[in-house]
Nanobody
Framework: VQLVESGGDSVEAGGSLTLSCVVS????????LGWFRQDPGKQRVGVAV????????TYADSVKGRFTLSQDNAKNMLYLQMNSLKPEDTAMYYC?????????????????????WGQGTQVTVS
């Protein structure tokens, strides 16, 4: 069982990036999946999560209207389309999987609710 992210890069403010995460083991239909980000010296925080089966997507206020989370079950892929990027979006971005109930919790953005993580992909906005 693995989560492998890709797509991080350095972009100018206002630009766009799409992050990808390979979700092995059919996690996309059994777990809450999400994207988190972390600045050095700061806590890892949730950006967006999608419920098991894809029926519900929740975004952090800081990215609403700019970021779009999606998944392709046939390809076992999770995506994060990021538009209108800002310097404050600079961080290491992680793909994560957790138990189904986490996606419906008020504390969904806390990393402690997720037990499986990818290695991260760096996004730098200047």
């Amino acid at each position: 069982v693995q989560l492998v992210e890709s797509g991080g890069d350095s972009v100018e403010a206002g630009g766009s990036l799409t992050l990808s995460c390979v979700v092995s083991g059919h996690f996309n239909t059994k777990y809450c999946l999400g994207w988190f980000r972390q600045d050095p010296g700061k806590q890892r925080v949730g950006v967006a999560v999608i419920s098991a089966g894809g029926g519900s997507i929740t975004y952090a206020d800081s990215v609403k209207g700019r970021f779009t989370l999606s998944q392709d079950n046939a390809k076992n892929m999770l995506y994060l389309q990021m538009n209108s990027l800002k310097p404050e979006d600079t961080a290491m971005y992680y793909c994560a999987a957790g138990p189904p109930y986490v996606c419906y919790s008020d504390s969904w953005s806390l990393a402690a609710g997720f037990g499986i993580w990818g290695q991260g992909t760096q996004v730098t906005v200047s």
